[in-house]
C-alpha cells in the first residue's frame, strides 16, 4: 500500500521538480539580464566621459538602457517574464540599494569646502526643503481646488511636497568637476543636497504620520515631531560614528594580520546605524548619512593605510552599482507603463510647481544669507542660478514615492509615484543633459569664472586655520540691523564650531592632534575629494 502511494506521488514530485527547474532557469535569465546592462551603462558612462560627451550623462545612459529593454520587451510581448525577472521589492530597495548610496554621499564629503560653507549649507538645506515643500504642496493642493490637477487632501499634497523635494543633483556634480566648477559653488550644491535628503525623509515621515493619526490640527505638533524625527535619526547616526571613531582609535586593528577585521568592522557599522534607528522608530536613512559625515572626519583616519584604501573603494563600488541599478529599474519601468497616467496634468503642472518650489528655496535663502555677507563675501547671482538649476530628483525621491504607494489609498500613490518617476526622467534628461552648456552661459566655470578669485582672496585674508570664508567682518556696517547683527553671529558660530572640533573633537576622537592639517590625511584635491562618485561612467579619477 505504501509502495503504491509512492509510486502515485512521484508524478507529482517530478512536476514540482520540473517547476523548481523553470523558476531557477528564470531568475538566472534575469539575473544575467541585470548584469548585461549594469555593464552596458558603465562601459557607456566611460565612453561618455573619455570622449567629454555631456549631453548624455551616465545617471541618463542607465535610464535609457532600461527604457530600451522594457521597450523590446513590449515589442516582442514577454512583458510578463521581465516584470518576473524585474520584481522589485520595496524593502529590498530601502534595505540594501539606498544605504550604501546615503552612506557615501557622507563618507566622500570634504571637511574644509563643506564646513567653509556650512551655514549656506544648512540654510538651504533646511529651511529651503522646508520653504520648497510647503510651496510643492500648497500649490498643488491650490491646483486641486482649481480643477486643474487631480484634487489630493492637504496632508498627501504636503507628503509629496516633502518627497520631491529631495535633490540629486549626482549629473550636474560630475559635470561640475570635468569643467572646473568653483570648489564653493561644488560645495554649496553637493552639501545641499546630502542634507536635504535627510530634511526631506524627516518631513514625509511627518507627514505621513500626522494622516494616519488625523493630528495635524496644531501646527507647532508637527514642527516639533519633524524636529523630534530628525534630531532624534541624526544623534542616532553621529553617536554610533563616534563609538567607532574609538574603537578603532583603542582597539589597535591596524596591524598587518588583523587588516581583513579592521575593514570588516568598519563597514559594518554603516548598517549598524541604519538598523538602529529603524529600530527605535527612526528614520535610518537620515542616521546612515550622518554617520558617514562623523566615519570619514574621524574614524577613517584611525585606520590602516590598507583599510582607508579599501574602504573607500569598496563603497565607491556599492553606491556607483547601487546608483546605476536604481536608474536601469527606473528606466524599463517607465517603459513597461506600469504607471498611471490618467492624470497627466497632474504631472504637468507637479513639474512647474517644483521648478516654482526650488526658485523660492534658493533665491529666499540667499537673500537671507547675503544679508549677514560682506559685499565682497556674498554668493553672486550665477551661482543662485546654478543652485536653481541643479534641483535634479533621482533615488531618494524615488523611494519615498514607493513608499508613498503603500502608504497612500488606491490612485493617490500611484499617482504621486507616476508624477516622481516622470519628474526624475525629465530632470536627469533634460536638465542633466543641457548642464555643461548652462555652466558656460553663466560664466561660472573654468577660467571664465570671475567669481572664484573673490573667494580665494576672502579665504587668504582671514589667515586662520579653519578655512572659514567671511569671517572678518566690517563692525561698521554690520550695526545697521539687528536682524543682520543676529545673522552674523550665527554665522560666526560656525568658527567657534570649527575651534571645537579642532581644540577638542578631534584629540579625543582621532590619533592625530588638533593642530594637525586636514591635508595630511586627505591627498585628494577637494573637487575631487567632495565627487559623489556613484554614477556608472565614473571611472576615472580627474584631478
Not at 133 to 142: A, E, H, P, R
Not at 417 to 444: H, K, N, P, R, W
Request: glycine share 8%.
Amino acid at each position: 500500500m505504501e509502495t503504491g502511494v509512492a509510486v502515485a506521488a512521484a508524478p507529482h514530485v517530478a512536476s514540482a521538480t520540473g517547476s523548481g527547474t523553470v523558476e531557477e532557469q528564470a531568475a538566472g535569465v534575469g539575473i544575467l539580464l541585470q548584469i548585461s546592462m549594469l555593464v552596458l551603462s558603465f562601459v557607456l558612462g566611460h565612453i561618455l566621459r573619455r570622449r567629454k560627451f555631456y549631453y548624455i550623462p551616465e545617471a541618463s545612459g542607465s535610464l535609457l538602457i532600461g527604457m530600451i529593454v522594457g521597450g523590446l520587451a513590449n515589442i516582442s510581448n514577454t512583458q510578463k517574464s521581465i516584470r518576473r525577472w524585474f520584481n522589485f521589492r520595496e524593502d529590498f530597495f530601502l534595505l540594501f540599494l539606498l544605504p550604501p548610496i546615503i552612506f557615501q554621499s557622507g563618507f566622500s564629503l570634504a571637511p574644509k569646502p563643506f564646513f567653509s560653507n556650512f551655514d549656506a549649507i544648512i540654510t538651504f538645506a533646511i529651511l529651503g526643503t522646508f520653504i520648497a515643500s510647503i510651496v510643492t504642496g500648497l500649490l498643488v493642493y491650490l491646483g486641486g481646488l482649481l480643477y486643474i490637477v487631480y484634487r489630493l487632501p492637504l496632508v498627501e499634497c504636503m507628503m509629496f511636497g516633502a518627497l520631491v523635494s529631495a535633490t540629486d543633483p549626482v549629473t550636474v556634480l560630475s559635470i561640475f568637476q570635468e569643467l572646473g566648477t568653483d570648489t564653493n559653488l561644488y560645495a554649496l550644491v553637493f552639501g545641499e543636497s546630502v542634507l536635504n535628503d535627510a530634511v526631506a525623509i524627516s518631513l514625509y515621515r511627518t507627514m505621513a504620520s500626522i494622516r494616519t493619526h488625523h493630528s495635524g490640527k496644531n501646527f507647532f505638533l508637527v514642527i516639533l515631531r519633524f524636529l523630534e524625527n530628525f534630531v532624534g535619526s541624526m544623534s542616532s547616526g553621529i553617536g554610533v560614528g563616534l563609538i567607532s571613531a574609538l574603537l578603532f582609535k583603542y582597539a589597535a586593528l591596524g596591524v598587518e594580520n588583523l587588516h581583513n577585521l579592521e575593514s570588516c568592522l568598519f563597514v559594518l557599522f554603516p548598517y549598524f546605524s541604519y538598523m538602529l534607528a529603524e529600530g527605535i522608530g527612526l528614520s535610518g536613512i537620515v542616521s546612515i548619512l550622518f554617520t558617514g559625515i562623523v566615519m570619514k572626519r574621524y574614524t577613517f583616519s584611525n585606520l590602516s593605510d590598507d583599510s582607508q584604501r579599501f574602504t573607500a573603494r569598496f563603497f565607491h563600488l556599492l553606491s556607483s552599482l547601487a546608483e546605476a541599478f536604481v536608474f536601469i529599474y527606473m528606466g524599463v519601468d517607465i517603459a513597461m507603463e506600469r504607471q498611471s497616467w490618467s492624470h497627466i496634468g497632474f504631472i504637468f503642472f507637479s513639474i512647474i510647481f517644483i521648478l516654482l518650489a526650488r526658485a523660492a528655496n534658493v533665491f529666499s535663502c540667499a537673500y537671507i544669507l547675503n544679508l549677514a555677507r560682506p559685499p565682497h563675501c556674498q554668493i553672486p547671482r550665477q551661482y543662485q542660478q546654478a543652485l536653481w538649476y541643479s534641483g535634479l530628483r533621482g533615488a531618494m525621491a524615488f523611494a519615498l514615492a514607493l513608499q508613498s504607494v503603500h502608504d497612500l489609498p488606491d490612485g493617490h500613490g500611484e499617482t504621486i509615484f507616476t508624477a516622481t518617476t516622470s519628474i526624475v526622467v525629465l530632470t536627469v534628461l533634460l536638465i542633466g543633459g543641457s548642464t555643461g552648456t548652462m555652466l558656460e552661459a553663466l560664466q561660472v566655470v573654468g577660467d571664465s569664472n570671475r567669481y572664484r578669485q573673490l573667494y580665494e582672496l576672502q579665504e587668504n585674508s582671514n589667515g586662520n586655520d579653519t578655512g572659514y570664508m567671511g569671517q572678518n567682518y566690517d563692525e561698521g556696517a554690520s550695526t545697521s540691523s539687528k536682524f543682520r547683527s543676529k545673522l552674523r553671529d550665527l554665522r560666526r558660530s560656525t568658527s567657534s564650531f570649527a575651534l571645537l572640533d579642532k581644540n577638542y573633537l578631534t584629540p579625543i576622537f582621532t590619533l592625530r592632534n588638533g593642530d594637525c592639517d586636514d591635508d595630511t590625511t586627505e591627498s585628494q584635491s577637494p573637487n575631487e575629494e567632495l565627487t559623489v562618485s556613484r554614477g556608472p561612467g565614473d571611472l576615472e579619477v580627474h584631478d
